[in-house]
């Protein structure tokens, strides 16, 4: 069974390097990625060898390679059909023998591999003495094995889920955390490091409750069998086998049950028949309900608001962490949360996907097209203003300036103003489909079209830099003047000229968009979701 699940697994990569060019290069670049990772970690690994808390460091590392695992198969399961057991269930096939197989087909290919030369870093890096070199080996191949059924565990327990509309929500908000993790790193952790304050021995506390978990267990049991204890390495390596087992036995269970339980996960669900709020106002006020309806209740809409926010926040990271601190990174915050709440929505006809075709035909002329964009604007203006005013606020108390509250708010109404006159335009100027790809939650332009994609966001980033210019020019002229007459001056002109951006941005894109609505219902027609 192993075998033959294996030949699969290879069979469904060679017949995926047939489909397509984007398929090979996908495969090509992975493949880089993963010889990458092998290297790197190796590199890592070693070179924590004569260091103190070489234990410590490639605890750390055992830890967040067994995150890794649990949380990227959740990405793929859409990509690779062997984490789904339903694919499986109409076969005459016993669960036990089927668990080795699939344990073995997920142990197949690039990933897993450059995982374990990776991990085999430690022989260099922590062990020592003949048996510390055969103990880094085992504890390493047990290392990717509990790695690799903790996986299978989650994933065969969540298939029901994670094959619903549920699953795949649940799966684009976890983008969340990770870019929120991805960010902080980049920002602070280099900085961090650079002064001083990030160093190996940073670690030292985390082995206190790290230890005892299975990657503890695994790192541990080298330095003990490297120091001369072989009992204690055989007692870790003992109790890491058996959390193993557990797994396993656990896993077996899950697989077991989804094997024979009836899928439900695509039952409709029942439908809720209301009126639109705000419809009677014409097609201004029935475009806004629309919108404000997708934006509270559509995932991708949330993780674009949550992204947003997550932007503004790290772009602002370095007023206040380092020693040069500068409190005008706030506003440059400010100015990046804005641009972004125009850059996410800088697609609107390729975001609302097939149903635009209904919405086109109320689009006849320039006049139905600003009412279309001024609805839009007016229900991301409701999310958008208070969201981004309250960030703001909360950077400034956070750097003790709570004065940059109000500027934030200054520089954050002019260039939400520019942002969703930008994103007008280029919905109408750079029309694309966009589609959702297996094992990705997000949805992203359909293949040919990543260019209109990254004129879309560069242009939007460009038109509300060059739109914010005359709110800093303004800034700087009045830093001399009392804060009270400052922030009462300031606020209310940059929100008239927000407000008169976005009003020029919706004129323009009415005027652009006139001959082009057979275009866009084009562009919508292609997406795929």
Same mark, same amino acid.
């Given at each position: 069974? &192993? %075998?033959?699940?294996?030949?699969?697994?290879? +069979? #469904? $990569? @060679?017949?995926?390097?047939?489909?397509?060019? /984007? *398929?090979?290069?996908?495969?090509?670049?992975?493949?880089?990625?993963?010889?990458?990772?092998?290297?790197?970690?190796?590199?890592?690994?070693?070179?924590?060898?004569?260091?103190?808390?070489?234990?410590?460091?490639?605890?750390?590392?055992?830890?967040?390679?067994?995150?890794?695992?649990?949380?990227?198969?959740?990405?793929?399961?859409?990509?690779?059909?062997?984490?789904?057991?339903?694919?499986?269930?109409?076969?005459?096939?016993?669960?036990r023998p089927l668990a080795t197989g699939l344990l073995a087909a997920s142990a197949t290919g690039a990933w897993p591999l450059a995982n374990v030369i990776g991990l085999l870093g430690v022989t260099v890096g922590l062990a020592s003495g003949v048996l510390g070199?055969?103990?880094?080996?085992?504890?390493?191949?047990?290392?990717?094995?509990?790695?690799?059924?903790? &996986? %299978?565990?989650?994933?065969?327990?969540?298939? +029901? #889920? $994670? @094959?619903?509309?549920?699953?795949?929500?649940? /799966? *684009?908000?976890?983008?969340?955390?990770?870019?929120?993790?991805?960010?902080?790193?980049?920002?602070?952790?280099?900085?961090?490091?650079?002064?001083?304050?990030?160093?190996?021995?940073?670690?030292?506390?985390?082995?206190?409750?790290?230890?005892?978990?299975?990657?503890?267990?695994?790192?541990?049991?080298?330095?003990?069998?490297?120091?001369?204890?072989?009992?204690?390495?055989?007692?870790?390596?003992?109790?890491?086998?058996?959390?193993?087992?557990?797994?396993?036995?656990?896993?077996?269970?899950?697989?077991?049950?989804?094997?024979?339980?009836?899928?439900?996960?695509?039952?409709?669900?029942?439908?809720?028949?209301?009126?639109?709020?705000?419809?009677?106002?014409?097609?201004?006020?029935?475009?806004?309900?629309?919108?404000?309806?997708?934006?509270?209740?559509?995932?991708?809409?949330?993780?674009?608001?949550?992204?947003?926010?997550?932007?503004?926040?790290?772009?602002?990271?370095?007023?206040?962490?380092?020693?040069?601190?500068?409190?005008?990174?706030?506003?440059?915050?400010?100015?990046?949360?804005?641009?972004?709440?125009?850059?996410?929505?800088?697609?609107?006809?390729?975001?609302?996907?097939?149903?635009?075709?209904?919405?086109?035909?109320?689009?006849?002329?320039?006049?139905?097209?600003?009412?279309?964009?001024?609805?839009?604007?007016?229900?991301?203006?409701?999310?958008?203003?208070?969201?981004?005013?309250?960030?703001?606020?909360?950077?400034?108390?956070?750097?003790?300036?709570?004065?940059?509250?109000?500027?934030?708010?200054?520089?954050?109404?002019?260039?939400?103003?520019?942002?969703?006159?930008?994103?007008?335009?280029?919905?109408?100027?750079?029309?694309?489909?966009?589609?959702?790809?297996?094992?990705?939650?997000?949805?992203?332009?359909?293949?040919?079209?990543?260019?209109?994609?990254?004129?879309?966001?560069?242009?939007?980033?460009?038109?509300?830099?060059?739109?914010?210019?005359?709110?800093?020019?303004?800034?700087?002229?009045?830093?001399?003047?009392?804060?009270?007459?400052?922030?009462?001056?300031?606020?209310?002109?940059?929100?008239?000229?927000?407000?008169?951006?976005?009003?020029?941005?919706?004129?323009?894109?009415?005027?652009?968009?006139?001959?082009?609505?057979?275009?866009?219902?084009?562009?919508?027609?292609?997406?795929?979701?």
């Amino acid at each position: 069974m &192993a %075998r033959l699940l294996i030949q699969l697994k290879l +069979r #469904l $990569l @060679r017949n995926a390097l047939r489909a397509s060019t /984007a *398929a090979k290069v996908s495969f090509v670049i992975s493949t880089i990625l993963a010889c990458l990772l092998a290297v790197g970690t190796f590199v890592v690994l070693a070179a924590f060898r004569g260091q103190a808390i070489a234990v410590n460091l490639t605890t750390v590392i055992f830890t967040l390679f067994a995150f890794g695992w649990l949380i990227l198969p959740i990405f793929a399961f859409g990509l690779d059909g062997t984490l789904d057991p339903a694919t499986l269930a109409l076969y005459p096939l016993r669960t036990r023998p089927l668990a080795t197989g699939l344990l073995a087909a997920s142990a197949t290919g690039a990933w897993p591999l450059a995982n374990v030369i990776g991990l085999l870093g430690v022989t260099v890096g922590l062990a020592s003495g003949v048996l510390g070199e055969l103990t880094a080996v085992v504890a390493v191949l047990m290392q990717v094995l509990f790695c690799i059924t903790l &996986a %299978r565990f989650v994933t065969t327990s969540m298939a +029901r #889920l $994670l @094959r619903s509309r549920r699953g795949r929500d649940f /799966a *684009a908000f976890l983008i969340l955390p990770i870019v929120a993790l991805y960010e902080i790193f980049t920002q602070v952790v280099p900085r961090a490091a650079a002064e001083g304050k990030l160093t190996t021995h940073s670690f030292a506390g985390f082995d206190a409750w790290i230890r005892w978990l299975p990657p503890g267990l695994a790192a541990h049991a080298i330095q003990d069998a490297s120091h001369g204890h072989p009992a204690a390495a055989v007692a870790r390596l003992a109790l890491l086998a058996a959390i193993i087992g557990t797994l396993g036995w656990l896993w077996i269970g899950s697989l077991s049950r989804a094997l024979v339980t009836a899928d439900t996960s695509t039952q409709s669900s029942r439908v809720r028949s209301s009126g639109l709020r705000f419809a009677r106002s014409g097609l201004r006020g029935a475009v806004a309900a629309r919108f404000w309806v997708y934006q509270r209740r559509d995932p991708i809409s949330l993780v674009y608001w949550g992204l947003t926010a997550v932007i503004m926040v790290v772009a602002s990271v370095s007023a206040f962490v380092g020693h040069q601190r500068s409190p005008n990174v706030l506003l440059a915050g400010a100015t990046f949360g804005a641009a972004f709440a125009g850059v996410f929505h800088a697609n609107s006809v390729g975001l609302t996907g097939p149903p635009f075709v209904v919405e086109a035909t109320a689009l006849t002329g320039r006049r139905e097209l600003r009412s279309y964009f001024s609805g839009q604007n007016l229900a991301l203006t409701v999310i958008a203003v208070p969201l981004l005013i309250a960030i703001a606020f909360g950077l400034a108390a956070a750097d003790q300036r709570p004065e940059y509250g109000f500027l934030g708010t200054a520089v954050v109404l002019a260039g939400l103003g520019a942002a969703l006159a930008m994103s007008n335009i280029f919905s109408v100027v750079l029309p694309y489909p966009m589609a959702k790809r297996a094992g990705n939650p997000m949805p992203q332009a359909a293949q040919g079209y990543a260019a209109y994609g990254l004129g879309g966001v560069f242009g939007t980033l460009i038109g509300v830099g060059v739109a914010e210019i005359p709110v800093f020019v303004a800034l700087a002229q009045t830093g001399g003047d009392p804060v009270v007459i400052r922030n009462l001056i300031l606020v209310p002109a940059a929100a008239c000229y927000g407000l008169a951006l976005a009003w020029l941005g919706v004129r323009t894109a009415a005027r652009l968009g006139e001959q082009k609505v057979p275009e866009l219902v084009q562009a919508a027609v292609r997406c795929r979701g």
